[in-house]
């Protein structure tokens, strides 16, 4: 029998949430045309990230307040059953995480309701003064860089074939070939050269399709016998947008 994926990390903007996390907070400080753009064109993989981030951040500059309302709205903005799926997926003794090029600060609201603990949270975060203004941001959990997230998992020491990455963007598609699976998801935003570099797309505005991509049969078996078997009838695969006909 094959052996089981034992790690999942998650991405957390556009994978968790049904939004970028920064391009709203841009929206609340009326820059949010400019602040999109610059997303976008580093999450379909066109422009760097290292080459949008810096400027992204000088424009928003967001205070501990900011940071903080910005991570509490977060928390109404989950996908559908991210969190049913993570509980599934804890159950089965899943080791669960988000890996995000975002901040903690902000991420650590939602990952409460999704049920991971502030520890398994790999990402950067935000410096402010004693008055709560915006000082600096600093990469020092995943690398600002196009390979960030691949230079992170390979350091994190863990089982890498037995490790799965579930993500949106271009940085979260450059893990695949270092991990067991990259799974890209295209539920929140579609993008077409995530799509064709995943070793498996979902197009469903929720995350239950994965499991039947990672799981044994019975893994699958056991969840449902388990409370989870709702949940596994949202989790039919649909073919890819680019599968030939
Ligand atoms: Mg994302």
Redesign the pocket.
């Known amino acids: 029998m094959p052996n089981p994926f034992q790690t999942i990390l998650f ?5 968790l949430i049904r939004v ?1 996390s920064l391009d709203l907070l841009a929206e609340q400080k009326g820059i949010g045309e400019e602040v999109s753009r610059l997303t976008e064109a580093s ?1 379909d993989g066109s422009v760097p990230i290292q080459d949008v981030f810096p400027r992204k951040m000088r424009l928003l500059s967001p205070t501990r307040a900011e940071a903080e309302g910005i991570g509490r709205a977060c928390k109404d903005l989950l996908v559908e059953d991210a969190a049913e799926v993570i509980a599934a997926l804890q159950r089965l003794g899943k080791d669960v995480r988000i890996m ?3 901040f903690k600060d902000i991420i650590i609201f939602a990952a409460q309701d999704l049920g991971i603990a502030p520890e398994h949270i790999i990402a950067n975060r935000l410096e402010f003064d004693a008055a709560g203004n915006f000082l600096a941001f600093h990469d020092d959990g995943v690398p600002l860089v196009s390979d960030g997230k691949r230079q992170k998992v390979a350091r994190l020491g863990l089982a890498l074939p037995s490790t799965v990455f579930v ?3 271009a ?2 598609a450059a893990v695949q070939g270092s991990v067991g699976m990259f799974i890209g ?1 295209g539920g ?2 579609h993008r077409p050269r995530v799509a064709a570099a995943a070793d498996a797309y979902i197009t469903e505005p929720r995350l239950a399709p994965l499991l039947r991509h990672i799981l044994l049969p019975n893994e699958l078996d056991w969840l449902e016998k388990n409370g989870f078997e709702e949940l596994l009838l949202s989790a039919t695969m649909s073919p890819r947008p680019d599968a030939p006909e």
């Open positions: 991405d957390f903007d556009s994978t970028e999450m995000s090029s975002g993500g949106d963007g940085t979260d998801f929140v935003a």
